[in-house]
């Protein structure tokens, strides 16, 4: 449902800013700000976020320290030797 209403300029810009930094619609704001107002929780989204986590077999390569972030990512970012180890 459409609903147009007229809000204060400082409360509109408070709400963007939520919205940028939690990465979520200022629709979604409104909305979970309206259901914890009204107490309407059987009405509102319940669900949280899942992180499923694929895990697959395999091995670090024999040249590369894993404790050496700036190695890793320069070994990374080099593509001379791509394909060079094989995994299974």
């Known amino acids: ?5 007229n809000l204060d300029e400082e ?5 963007k800013r939520r919205a940028a930094w939690t990465r979520v619609t ?5 909305e979970d700000a309206v259901c914890d ?3 309407l929780n059987e009405g509102c ?3 949280t976020f899942k992180c499923q986590w694929a895990t ?3 091995c ?3 040249d590369i ?3 050496d972030r700036d190695a890793l990512i320069d070994r990374m970012e080099d593509q001379s030797d791509r394909g060079r180890y094989k995994f299974w």
Do not use: S, W
């Open 60 to 62: 670090a390569q024999p």
């Open 45 to 47: 989204r319940t669900e």
């Open 1 to 5: 449902m459409k609903i147009t209403r």
């Open 37 to 39: 107002n009204l107490l």
């Open 11 to 15: 409360l509109t810009h408070g709400l």
């Open 26 to 30: 200022v629709t979604q704001i409104i």
């Open 56 to 58: 697959v077999r395999g």
């Open 65 to 67: 320290d894993l404790t």
